[in-house]
């Protein structure tokens, strides 16, 4: 061999590859393949934001002080126990890097966030899924999974991409019964969106068990996932070994200051919080009528059924300018993902869907 080589099992990892957002020819483009916010970020964000490229010479903070104060406040936290990363990707990634290594297995619901068995394999370690029902995740078959080699958990909390949500009582069960050697990772990327009153975005896991870290993100609600900003919640001791293993400077300035600017903006929030509960209606009422079958979700997007059509639908859609995200990934090659998007934006999948299944 005439070149570097990569550790033995890093050329198995097939890349993520994000939801399609181009086409030639199109200008009006409606995309509903990420998961972004339809309605852009709020605007009090993009003025903090362009204000700090004032200053693009300085350093950030590197320990994001700012921004953890002003994430307690929100949030009733201690800043001592949050950590800020670029996207809580990066947290995810950090975790997996320091806890789990060769020999070690990472486990995750079936149909969990494609990065968690990413991440997994990245070090070496083993990814292993527990099977669902019904696109649920079984909080029984993941207990059955554990084994002495299992060092982490990932799981979502609403998962992405089918939407469903465990209970606070389901996960209060979960986290009595999972070994205390096993880190839980509990990626709450879309519990703003989330309305029922017995859910439980993590926080009061986290106070209850050292072992379970809360994972939040800006990328979703807030509409900031060009920025590249995520937090988590965890004891001081896990907190301690991420801050061993981050860059230095991990979170650029005018991401920080984006991120404290977003989350004074509560009318903005509020307003996100309404287009979706509003358009995530309209979409099951519309798709039900088209006899296209659908899953419950508390996220911002909703995961539906095409059969072996899926593909060549997925495609009409996307001739049009209208993207909608591939689900092969995920082993649900029969499957679509639809982000909930404007009244506009939501009448206009409709109307090219009633076309494309002609």
Same mark, same amino acid.
């Given at each position: 061999? /005439?070149?570097?080589?990569?550790?033995?099992?890093?050329?198995?990892?097939?890349?993520? =590859?994000?939801?399609?957002?181009?086409?030639?020819?199109?200008?009006?483009?409606?995309? #509903?393949?990420? /998961?972004? /916010?339809?309605? %852009?970020?709020?605007?009090?964000?993009?003025?903090?934001?362009? &204000?700090?490229?004032?200053? #693009?010479?300085? *350093?950030?903070?590197?320990?994001?002080?700012?921004?953890?104060?002003?994430?307690?406040?929100?949030?009733?936290?201690?800043?001592?126990?949050?950590?800020?990363?670029? %996207?809580?990707?990066?947290?995810?990634?950090?975790?997996?890097?320091? *806890?789990?290594?060769?020999?070690?297995?990472?486990?995750?619901?079936?149909?969990?966030?494609?990065? *968690?068995?990413?991440?997994?394999?990245?070090?070496?370690?083993?990814?292993?899924?527990?099977?669902?029902?019904?696109?649920?995740?079984?909080?029984?078959?993941?207990?059955?999974?554990?084994?002495?080699?299992?060092?982490?958990?990932?799981?979502?909390?609403?998962?992405?991409?089918?939407?469903?949500? #465990?209970?606070?009582?389901?996960?209060?069960?979960?986290?009595?019964?999972?070994?205390?050697?096993?880190?839980?990772?509990?990626?709450? &990327?879309?519990?703003?969106?989330?309305?029922?009153?017995?859910?439980?975005?993590?926080?009061?896991?986290?106070?209850?068990?050292?072992?379970?870290?809360?994972?939040?993100?800006?990328?979703?609600?807030?509409?900031?996932?060009?920025?590249?900003?995520?937090?988590? *919640?965890?004891?001081?001791?896990?907190?301690?070994?991420?801050?061993?293993?981050?860059?230095?400077?991990?979170?650029?300035?005018?991401?920080?200051?984006?991120?404290?600017?977003?989350?004074?903006?509560?009318?903005?929030?509020?307003?996100?919080?309404?287009?979706?509960?509003?358009?995530?209606?309209?979409?099951?009422?519309?798709?039900?009528?088209?006899?296209?079958?659908?899953?419950?979700?508390?996220?911002?997007?909703?995961?539906?059924?095409?059969?072996?059509?899926?593909?060549?639908?997925?495609?009409?859609?996307?001739?049009? %300018?209208?993207?909608?995200?591939?689900? %092969?990934?995920?082993?649900?090659?029969?499957?679509?993902?639809?982000?909930?998007?404007?009244?506009?934006?939501?009448?206009?999948? =409709?109307?090219?869907?009633?076309?494309?299944?002609?």
């Amino acid at each position: 061999m /005439n070149q570097p080589q990569p550790k033995p099992g890093i050329l198995d990892i097939k890349p993520y =590859i994000g939801g399609e957002g181009r086409v030639e020819g199109v200008t009006h483009l409606v995309r #509903l393949a990420s /998961n972004e /916010n339809a309605l %852009g970020c709020s605007p009090k964000a993009r003025a903090a934001y362009l &204000a700090a490229g004032a200053d #693009l010479q300085r *350093y950030p903070d590197g320990s994001a002080a700012d921004l953890r104060a002003a994430l307690g406040r929100t949030y009733g936290l201690s800043p001592d126990k949050i950590i800020c990363g670029s %996207g809580s990707e990066e947290l995810i990634s950090l975790l997996v890097r320091a *806890y789990a290594g060769e020999g070690d297995e990472v486990l995750y619901s079936q149909y969990g966030f494609l990065m *968690y068995p990413l991440c997994a394999k990245a070090v070496g370690a083993t990814p292993v899924a527990a099977p669902e029902k019904d696109f649920r995740t079984d909080i029984e078959a993941l207990l059955k999974a554990v084994t002495p080699k299992t060092k982490m958990l990932l799981l979502a909390n609403p998962n992405n991409p089918t939407g469903s949500y #465990l209970t606070r009582d389901e996960m209060k069960y979960l986290c009595e019964n999972l070994p205390p050697r096993v880190l839980l990772l509990l990626d709450s &990327a879309y519990a703003e969106f989330v309305e029922e009153k017995d859910y439980d975005d993590g926080k009061s896991l986290v106070d209850a068990h050292p072992n379970v870290v809360m994972l939040r993100t800006f990328s979703k609600i807030y509409g900031l996932a060009a920025v590249r900003l995520g937090w988590a *919640y965890c004891s001081p001791d896990v907190a301690g070994v991420v801050n061993r293993v981050r860059g230095a400077f991990n979170v650029n300035a005018p991401a920080q200051a984006a991120g404290i600017a977003a989350l004074d903006d509560h009318e903005f929030l509020q307003k996100t919080i309404e287009m979706t509960r509003m358009g995530r209606k309209f979409l099951f009422e519309q798709l039900a009528g088209l006899n296209i079958r659908t899953w419950p979700s508390v996220g911002n997007f909703i995961l539906a059924e095409f059969g072996d059509k899926s593909e060549a639908v997925r495609n009409a859609l996307k001739d049009k %300018g209208i993207f909608i995200r591939q689900m %092969g990934a995920y082993n649900l090659p029969h499957h679509l993902r639809i982000t909930v998007g404007t009244m506009d934006d939501n009448q206009r999948l =409709i109307d090219a869907l009633k076309i494309a299944r002609k």
